[in-house]
């Protein structure tokens, strides 16, 4: 199937032009900390590709463990039991995995399922008392993002978005870079994020289920991206759709959109989000006094990139075993990331992809 997830390994690949073939999902140095603290108990509800690549991730992750599964597919229940050593206790089906609330060994679940059903799913899971994490994006609008952060401060449990990019070490470089100063006034950033995507009956070509395109996958990395690399919210949105295929890309499920962003210091951003065009990975940070560069620039592998000061050199990190050891610590501890990861976070980037959508529709400047 291709996929993002194909993509996006390929892609790292290409970038590092590396003599050989690696795996992605072992390739990188692992900590060294020696950790005997409290560990976060994790169920991973979607059992698909990027499932499973956490779930092999969390094999080294110090301070969070996968302890249950949450399916559709009984098959995959009874494969991940055996390969992860899941107790049957700690295995539920979409129908009765309220039942989690009175299952004291499991303390999360991470939902990595289609789009449109993470708003129904991260509410069940906080009315059950467990802490939510959710991939991006954590809704298919912001009014459900909404919902699900009101849903979870009720129940008094943490709502956290698979945001890995905000604990990769290149891109917390580039950022401290830019808080220090060292680019000077930020005056442009453009992202670029896209790739050729396959299989026309996946769910990501389903408006039902994915809310939209290539935008919703794929695009949602150059919107973040702009935020964090910028280190401002934007004010206002413009958006161009193109569309070369109208039987792949139904109504409502977007090919191509080019958009633009503008933030309170005059910083404009110029991004693209395309199913169309492949090998898309790049960010580009300008300021007066200096720029950033990465590509790849959100890919699973290494992040690349240089500064106008040299190459970036921080060290190469599995980037969801990073995420959840550092997501145990927010949940567990209360640390405070670097860059936001909560439900907040999630809600931000929705109501910027509702302003692109509606550039989109009207033809004008969209307010934010």
């Not at 992605?24 to 994790?42: C, K, Q």
């Not at 956490?54 to 390969?83: C, E, F, H, N």
């Not at 609008?141 to 709502?159: I, P, R, S």
């Amino acid at each position: 199937m291709g996929s993002r997830r194909d993509f996006i390994e390929k892609i790292t690949v290409t970038a590092l032009s590396a003599p050989i073939l690696f795996n992605s999902t072992s390739l990188f140095a692992a900590s060294d900390e020696v950790y005997d603290g409290p560990i976060l108990r994790v169920a991973i509800m979607g059992l698909g590709s990027y499932g499973t690549r956490v779930a092999k991730a969390m094999k080294t992750s110090k301070r969070a463990k996968l302890v249950g599964v949450i399916s559709g597919t009984p098959s995959k229940v009874v494969d991940w039991q055996a390969t992860y050593n899941i107790p049957e206790k700690n295995c539920y089906n979409y129908d009765n995995f309220d039942a989690i609330k009175n299952n004291p060994d499991i303390d999360a679940v991470y939902v990595i399922t289609p789009n449109a059903l993470h708003r129904d799913q991260v509410i069940r899971v906080a009315k059950a008392g467990k802490h939510a994490i959710c991939e991006k994006p954590m809704a298919i609008n912001a009014k459900d993002g909404e919902e699900m952060v009101k849903a979870c401060k009720a129940a008094n449990v943490k709502l956290l978005v698979g945001y890995r990019m905000h604990f990769e070490p290149n891109t917390l470089e580039v950022i401290r870079m830019r808080k220090a100063g060292e680019f000077g006034e930020i005056k442009f950033f453009q992202g670029q994020s896209g790739f050729r995507i396959g299989d026309p009956t996946q769910w990501r070509l389903n408006k039902e289920l994915a809310g939209g395109g290539a935008m919703m996958d794929i695009g949602i990395y150059s919107i973040n991206g702009a935020r964090y690399m910028v280190g401002e919210e934007p004010i206002w949105v413009t958006a161009q759709e193109t569309k070369t295929d109208p039987v792949k890309f139904k109504e409502g499920v977007d090919e191509t959109i080019q958009f633009q962003m503008g933030f309170p210091s005059g910083a404009v951003a110029s991004c693209l989000s395309t199913y169309a065009v492949s090998h898309l990975d790049r960010f580009y940070l300008n300021g007066i006094d200096g720029f950033a560069e990465m590509q790849p620039s959100t890919g699973y592998g290494p992040i690349k990139g240089r500064t106008h000061k040299g190459p970036l050199t921080e060290p190469i990190v599995t980037h969801q075993t990073v995420q959840m050891d550092e997501m145990a610590k927010i949940i567990l501890e209360n640390k405070q990331p670097e860059v936001p990861v909560d439900g907040n976070e999630g809600v931000r980037d929705l109501k910027i992809i509702d302003a692109i959508y509606e550039a989109i529709k009207t033809g004008k400047k969209v307010t934010l």
